[in-house]
Structure formats: C-alpha cells, structure tokens
C-alpha cells in the first residue's frame, strides 16, 4: 500500500489510517475540516485518490436541459427559480425541449443532465413524455434527470408511489438520478433553508427506491452557507452509510454555494480553500464512493486543476447550457461550455491525464491525436 513518507503535525494517526486503508470515523472528519495544514489534508486525498484511479481524471461529452425555472419551494440559497426583480418565469413544452435537443444533434455527447424547479402546472405525463422525447432525438443517449424533489413531485402531481413512479419513469428511458434535492442532511438546515422542500428520511427513501430499481444516482453537498462543520462530516457519514446499504451512487460532488442574487447574498462565497477541503475531506470518509468530483462551473476551471491533487477524479463535463448557477449572459458569465479540446487541456495542463467515460464511468477511447500538446495555450472560459 502507498504511503506518505513524510510527518503530519496533529493528524499523524489519520495518516496512518489512511496508508493502511481504514475507515476514518466522525472525529476524523471534524479533525480533517478544522486541520490548519490544508496541503496535508490534500496529500492525505491524493494518496486514495490515486490509489483508485492512478493519473486519470474523467470528464465526460453532457449537454444539460433545466426545462422549467418555476418553483413553490423558495429555498433561501436558490438563484435559479422565478421570482420578482429576479429571473423571468419559463416553462419548455416539449416541442421546445426537442429543439434545444436537436440544436446539439451535430456535437457528439453521452449524456443528457436535466434538473428544474417544482412547477406544479407541470403533468404526470410531461416527466415521461420528456425522456421519451430526448430519446427519440438522441437515442442511446443517457439520461440522468429528476432530483430526489422533483421525484416526489412527479409521483404527487401523478398520485403514485415513489416506487411506481421511479418505474414508469425508467420504462420511459430515464438512466439515472442526478444529486441534488437534499444539499445537506441536516434537520436543523432543512428548517432554515429549504424547509418547503423533502427532509432527509424522505431523500433517502427515494434513493433507496432507486437503488432497488436499479437506477444508479450520484449524490452531492452544497457547503459554504449556515451549515456547521460537524453537519457536514454527518452529513457525509450519511451518504457513506447509506452507499453501504445500497451500493447505487456512483459519485458524489461537493458543491461550492454561489451567494449571488439568493437570500443569502450576505454570506461570503466560499474560497478556494473551503472548495479544496471539502473535495478532501470528501474523498477521504466517502470510502465506498469511487469518484469524486469537482465540478468546474462552481469551483472554476481553475480550482479544479488544483482539485485533481486534493482528492477529485472527475471535472464533470463540456456541459452545453447551463443555467442553475449563473443565468448566461447575465452577472458577466458568458461562456458556460468546454470543449472536449478545453477540457482535456485542462486536466493534462494540471498534471493529470484525461480520460472520456460515459455516465457510468466506463472509459471511451480517445485518439490522443487530437490532443493539445502540454504547454500550448488554449484560453479557457473565464467563471467565477
Ligand atoms: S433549489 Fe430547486 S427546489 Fe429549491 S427553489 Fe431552487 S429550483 Fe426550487
């Protein structure tokens, strides 16, 4: 087993640990958040980082779809839903959503990432009706769409189990579940924040509902709001227990919270230290989750580079219209898309060696032909 050959003031025994492979404990956590040495607490996620994925950080060919901004949860860290002085309401009908589907038809991607508000004007039958039109545009296409919140909306507005719902919803194409829905497992930041929307016993039931269905989903954490640190050591105690049970997730990503233009907006925005110990942190009690990712649009393209030696394996992907975080053209936020060029530039210019996967994370081979040699410069697109 690898091991660091070095001294770690303070948190010598989570060294050890770490080299010998052995779960970290809630104290550890606390202990990793609170250590001053951040460099040493990324040497620690390097080391199982790599351990599991050697050189290789994964990005992936995505094009996201947020069909409806609508929302009666109003949840104090959210810029994205409608509201007055705010962004304009919009709802896509379907034809729309096959045209905003059609417009990438040329762009080779895997995957098809599709989040939105709780509208409750929005049928039953639209939800399948979706997929089913995002796959006859792009058949084979994987389709990761519906947080565990827009589950349960989907099965009230349709008067159906979770479970019944999660089935026709599968049957209709959909492949997985994005994370999101929950941002920290935590009953006393659920009551402040989010308290319209599901609590935690009612997110973890629709991830079991999925994990029996066979639905793989990747779960996520928003830090850098009101949460504590203990809350976010439990909360991703949480997750390891219930990947224990289940087994489904196959990534988690900590989210870096954007204050901008929420309820919020007093709430400093998280530094680059915060994004890198939370990417560490995670990668060192998530035990049982393969990957770890750093998701460029929050963390900057930037960030990430750093990131892939504090624990992440993954930068997400190309992402073509994003609209959750920054509205495009708006706050001076442009360009929300990377090239597959850009990306793999990224990651090769951080050290790391590129690696397309599909949703799933099997590899998908590249002719490294097309790379950009190491050291030529490709501007990238300035966030954040
Ligand atoms: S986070 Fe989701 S559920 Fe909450 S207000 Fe925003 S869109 Fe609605």
Redesign the pocket.
Known sequence: MTALAREFTGIEDIREKVERGERLSFEDGVRLYRHPNLSEVGALANLVRERKHGDKAYYVRNQHINYT?I?????K??S??AKKGGPEPYEMSLEEVRRVVRKYKDIRITEIHS????NPRIPYEYYLDFIRVIKEERPGIHVKAF?A??IVQIAEVGKKSIEETLADLKEAGLDSLPG??I?VLSDRVHREL?G??LNGEEWKRVARAAAALGLPQYATMLYGHIETVEERVDHLIQLRELQDETGHFLCMTPLSFHPEKTELEHIPMPTGEMDLRNIAVSRLLLDNFDHIKSFWIMNTPAITQIALWYGADDCDGTVLEYE?TYEPGKYGYKNQALTPENMRYMIREAGRTPVERDSHYNEIPYDEEDDTPRGSRIPLPVVG
Not at 71 to 75: A, G, L, P, S, V
Not at 115 to 118: A, F, L, N, R
């Open positions: 901004n929302c009666n949860k109003f949840c860290f959210c994205f839903y989040v939105g508000g709780i947080t919140v827009e999101g829905g941002e989010f319209r929307k959750i």
